[in-house]
């Protein structure tokens, strides 16, 4: 399994469209085969910083998603939006487990 954090660095007067521009695509990509997590977060700190924390079964359903048509428009269209690059860092993950914690 993969564990991607993908940092997106949004122009404060395009915050706005990107967010809407996301609301579109999460569906399609939680449908595509591999995808066990796909959601957006605003750094709180950071003003303009977002990060999709993105889980898939393995690197083939990755590579598949990142060439997705819907994909390559949503690139195509929010890409000027960018202040920098988008950085990604991918962990690899053997297992997980899941923990209620009772405060």
Do not use: N
């Amino acid at each position: 399994m993969l564990l991607v954090d993908a940092k997106c660095s949004i122009l404060p007067e395009r915050e706005r469209d990107f967010t809407s521009e996301v609301r579109k695509i999460i569906p399609l990509v939680r449908r595509e085969a591999g995808c066990c997590r796909y959601e957006l977060f605003s750094e709180i700190s950071v003003p303009g910083a977002f990060h999709f924390i993105e889980e898939w079964e393995s690197q083939k359903h990755l590579d598949e998603h990142l060439a997705q048509h819907h994909m390559q428009e949503y690139f195509l269209k929010t890409t000027p939006w960018h202040s920098s690059p988008t950085q990604l860092k991918i962990y690899e993950i053997l297992s997980s487990r899941s923990i209620v914690m009772d405060h």
